[in-house]
């Protein structure tokens, strides 16, 4: 990466550059008629002995008290920026310097990340568990660049985050080489098909409500990364006098509610229907929506399928059909969806062969309701909206905001008929539920000795080392690891799972648990992350943000040495092609070297134990690491597994 | 890279594995093999007549690995919901597991006898069958 901090030059090259880039600033302080390009022959060298002992000049001003960047610290410090996670980048130099000096380095505190898909990362797993955007700082063109698929990933998972990017946009006062490979004309086209709202303010009153109105757009539902564009020069020359500088005032926007009637006939819908079902995806942005779900599903005792974008609903509850969901999808006569990003998959199945092909999973006549405020923010060129879906209701709207609406509207359509009829409906899936876990017991105990160790032995070690704490699961659980954990865990509070990456990005993972495990610290909370190796060699570098911070993270690898997902698909190829089926491996495993997690953890500080291939000696390493964790820091387990 | 992998997994989101998986693991008494495979192309080869003779399950372990069938299924063939289903101990009858490995109806890539012999695939059945069963729920005090 070409950073001017990090770029190979000689000493003769750097004293050449500084010097210019001195002249540069020095003649934008005086008026434009007054330059004489020509005339920096007749006058010292900036550098030499004469330049440096004679005296000062009575109107070249080298130092100023109060940057323009101490303003924009202002502006983070009020609405609330616990962290800014960043790597550094001399265009938003002067931002760093009034964040850890001018603002004390806390309220935001600067993260020192190695790479700015890790800054985004930690940012996107952090809001997941606080509720609210982190900071990010970015430099121009280059680290934005490095950010943009973290950036993706947090914009398909409508996820608030503050971020920030350098930019020298007057080409007059640019230091000549480095600073003009890293400004742009237009620093957040980049980004724009995939972040909310981005803005160039020009003067510091237009950033302080550029800064402030970014903010409540990432935060009005449907969330959503926004960018600012920080001028260099702007954060580096000084507050004017008499400025009248004033930080505007932040209300946020209340989330947009369903419409009253559309509410009114979706409950009518749900409160006549025989077979309803639930699918919920995106839905529970805060703990209320885990509780308004659970008080809808059994007002109606109707079946929940959840599809994990969130954590929405109890694994354990009654009604917590999610193993059994296209089979409810098949037999339901009213679908509610809420905040499903991928509603057409949901109700078709697809089948890839040579000749793909897809057939329509609901019965004839059945209703579909859908309550998103996904409807309410749609780009063009990035595809992640899914298949176009014919739905009866489209609200839309923020499903959670809307949910007490329609709890209330249920309530008053329920008749003690219905009840009784829903009374039984739930008895059944109740017993439904029973069974399943039954089932997912059962199932774990195939290659329950397996060497490499099985997926689901490995979560069970795992719950039996967090059950009894309070804990987050900050990893995906799908499908990198059967989705083991919901199935055999108890979830019950909404901390306890965040989803996954949005955009389907590798190298979130990582980045993201540790955001999260950030966020939790101050909860007392436990998190661990069933980390997939491929996942954490994108950006391996998040484990030395992990001990240089203390960010209590327990890391248990779920190491199968390859690209998985990959290994799948060449295979699929190979095999459709009816050629050179044990070449799979090839580009997708991540074999010869084998990589030592352990040692790769323990290089950067963080606690590393493994490679472990019996099953037997996992419990023992989870309990030494979780004791660690306990303790303030990051540790990390490398388990050699199964594939899935 | 970074571009193509996105695709990829897009294609396998985790949504559309939940109900395009469930609805194969509902078939899933069918769905046998989802990545059964032999060594390499072989255009030449002629299937082995479709007899059900015993095979050597010892070589069925072998090409079980080598050809990519755990890749899906586990090393064990103990299956996932999110990527193909448990294959034994007690496997499905011989013609029946060579019938849907040749022609799936799922999302089973189809494993022809130009890659996969008849015989290959009875060692494979063979190797299915020698797996033992795994020990009852209530004996693993972590699944308890």
Known sequence: ?644 | MRSEKMRTISENSPRRQQSRHAVLYAMAIFVVALLMAGSQARPQAKPAPAEDAKGNAENGKRVFTSSGCYECHGREAQGSRYSGPRLGPDPISLPAFRAYIRAPKGQMPPYTGKVLTDAELADIHAFLESLPAPPAAKTIPLLN
């Open chain 1, 1 to 644: 990466m070409g950073k001017s901090g990090k770029q190979a030059v000689n000493r003769r090259d750097f004293l050449k550059g500084s010097a210019a880039g001195v002249a540069a600033i020095a003649a934008s302080a005086v008026p434009a008629a007054a330059q004489k390009p020509a005339a920096h022959a007749a006058t010292a060298p900036p550098m030499s002995k004469s330049a440096e002992t004679g005296d000062p000049s009575d109107v070249e001003v080298l130092t100023t008290d109060h940057p323009g960047a101490d303003f924009m610290v202002d502006i983070l410090k009020s609405l609330g920026i616990e962290y800014v996670a960043a790597n550094p980048g001399s265009s938003y130099r002067g931002l760093h310097e009034s964040v850890i000096n001018y603002g004390g380095n806390k309220n935001p505190e600067f993260l020192t990340c190695c790479h700015e898909e890790s800054a985004v990362g930690m940012a996107h797993g952090y809001a997941k568990i606080e509720g609210k955007p982190m900071g990010v700082f970015l430099h121009g063109t280059v680290g934005l660049q490095h950010a943009a698929m973290a950036i993706y990933n947090a914009f398909c998972d409508r996820v608030p985050i503050y971020m920030t990017v350098g930019n020298m946009s007057d080409a007059t006062l640019r230091r000549p080489g480095v600073e003009w490979d890293h400004s742009v004309q237009d620093a957040a086209l980049l980004v724009r098909d995939f972040v909310k709202w981005d803005d160039v303010p020009i003067s510091l009153p237009h950033y302080g409500e550029s800064g402030v109105r970014a903010y409540k757009i990432a935060m009005t539902s449907p969330m959503a990364p926004v960018l600012l564009v920080s001028d260099s020069e702007l954060q580096e020359k000084a507050i004017e006098e008499n400025a009248g500088l004033r930080v505007p005032k932040l209300t946020l926007a209340t989330p947009a509610q369903g419409d009253s009637g559309a509410v009114a006939e979706t409950a009518r819908l749900l409160v006549a229907a025989e077979h309803p079902l639930i699918l919920a995806d995106r839905l529970a942005r805060t703990p209320a929506g885990l509780t308004h779900l659970i008080e809808l599903a059994e007002l109606l005792q109707a079946p929940v399928v959840d599809q994990g974008g969130r954590m929405n609903f109890p694994t354990r509850h009654p009604l917590n059909q999610s193993i059994r969901g296209p089979a409810l999808v098949g037999s339901a006569d009213v679908i509610l969806g809420l905040e499903v990003t991928d509603l057409w998959g949901t109700l078709n199945s697809f089948r890839e062969q040579l000749h793909r092909s897809s057939e329509l999973l609901t019965k004839p006549g059945a209703k579909v309701i859908s309550i998103a405020a996904w409807d309410l923010l749609s780009k063009s060129n990035y595809q992640d909206f899914q298949r176009y879906t014919e739905v009866d209701i489209a609200m839309a709207a923020d499903a959670e905001a809307t949910l007490p609406a329609l709890i209330e509207a249920v309530q008053r359509l329920i008749t003690p008929e219905r009840k009784r009829i829903f009374d039984e409906r739930g008895s059944g899936f109740a017993a439904a539920r029973i069974k399943a876990l039954d089932q997912a017991r059962t199932e774990a105990t195939y290659a329950w000795d397996a060497s490499p160790i099985s997926v689901a032995r490995l979560c069970a070690e795992l719950w039996a080392k967090i059950q009894d704490k309070d804990w987050t699961l900050a990893s995906e659980t799908t499908p990198w690891v059967s989705n083991w954990p919901m199935r055999l865990w108890d979830f019950d509070k909404h901390h306890q799972s965040i989803g996954g990456a949005g955009g389907h990005g590798i190298g979130y993972g990582a980045p993201a648990s540790l955001g999260a495990a950030l966020a939790n610290k101050k909860h007392g909370r436990l998190t661990v992350s069933i980390q997939c190796d491929g996942d954490l060699m994108y950006a391996p570098g998040i484990l030395w943000t992990s001990a240089h911070h203390k960010i209590p993270l327990l890391s248990i690898m779920h190491n199968n040495r390859g690209y998985h997902q990959e290994l799948m698909h060449i295979q699929r190829m190979a095999n459709r092609h009816n050629r050179g089926i044990t070449r799979a491996n090839i580009g997708t495993t991540i074999l010869g070297p084998d990589i030592d997690y352990a040692k790769l953890a323990q290089s950067m500080g963080v606690h590393g134990e493994g490679p472990i291939t019996d099953p037997n000696e996992l419990g023992p390493a989870i309990q030494r690491a979780v004791e660690i964790v306990q303790s303030g820091e990051p540790a990390l387990v490398d388990v050699v597994t199964q594939p899935r």
